[in-house]
């Protein structure tokens, strides 16, 4: 039996709702633009459970359009928790069209300014296969 919501994560769901609708359409053309150029390599980790492919920071031509996907993905994305159950972590999703792109909780760089959050993923939202009932 899934567990009740917590009135907490409803309340921050509402607010990146709100903040969904808040974003200019010129944010998300340069989004759509900006993961369209990114170089995608597909994964192997997970490649027979959860298939997906995956952006390295250090391959994008400007550090700070990494950093204001990440930050605009943290802020306007939903929460989802996989693996699926009691085991999995919660992490930033947001869809965009037929893909799904998350980046991992850790903060966009360290206390001593190096890089910490370094990998942007993306996969289609309903893969080959997934149950749609």
């Known amino acids: 039996m899934p567990r009740r919501p917590h009135p907490r994560w409803l309340e921050i769901e509402a607010q990146r709702a709100a903040a969904r609708a808040a974003v200019p359409p010129e944010d998300w053309a340069r989004l759509d633009g900006l993961l369209r150029d990114a ?3 597909d994964a192997v980790t997970y490649a027979s459970t959860n298939p997906h492919c995956y952006s390295v920071r250090r391959t994008w031509t400007r550090d700070e359009d990494f950093v ?3 930050e605009l993905i943290r802020r306007v994305g939903e929460r989802e928790r ?3 159950g009691p085991g999995g972590r919660f992490y930033d999703i947001l869809r965009r069209g037929d893909r799904k792109i998350w980046v991992m909780g850790w903060p ?6 190096k890089p910490c959050t370094t990998i942007l993923n993306r996969k289609p939202v309903v893969q080959p296969g997934d149950r749609t009932s």
């Open 39 to 41: 170089i995608w390599r």
């Open 68 to 70: 204001w996907t990440v």
């Open 82 to 84: 996989f693996p699926d």
């Open 108 to 113: 966009i760089n360290w206390p001593n300014g």
